[in-house]
């Protein structure tokens, strides 16, 4: 059974730090790239930063850009995602994704979210 649990999320004042973990099970998680999303309420699912399979390489949306850091322990079967200097429109939950492409054909998986607010 497929598995990604996010934890770390929580109440923040503006320019405080958190860190979240996703927890991945069921899959060949070393293979996968994985991703952190976020979504706002009333606002379309944004991508916030992704990670390749091997860890190498990363990409990052630009409002985030230089604050957050994407990471993987594909030991730990593990994605992190560093969040510094918070603010108030970083306000949403945040959710995990897994997936591959392989010869025309893909795999998705999500995580439930977690909560961030940031707020004083």
């Known amino acids: 059974q497929v598995k990604l649990v996010e934890s770390g999320g929580g109440l923040v004042q503006p320019g405080g730090s958190l860190r979240l973990s996703c927890a991945a099970s069921?899959?060949?998680?070393?293979?996968?790239?994985m991703s952190w999303y976020r979504q706002a309420p009333g606002k379309e699912r944004e991508l916030v930063a992704g990670i390749a399979s091997a860890g190498g390489t990363t990409n990052y949306a630009d409002s985030v850009l230089g604050r957050f850091t994407i990471s993987r322990d594909n030991a730990k079967n593990t994605v992190y995602l560093e969040m510094n200097s918070l603010k108030p429109e970083d306000t949403a939950v945040y959710l995990c994704?897994?997936?591959?492409?392989?010869?025309?054909?893909?795999?998705?998986?999500w995580g439930q979210g977690t909560q961030v607010t940031v707020s004083s």
């Open positions: 994704k897994a997936d591959r492409f392989f010869l025309s054909k893909s795999w998705e998986y």
């Open positions: 069921g899959f060949t998680f070393s293979i996968y790239r």
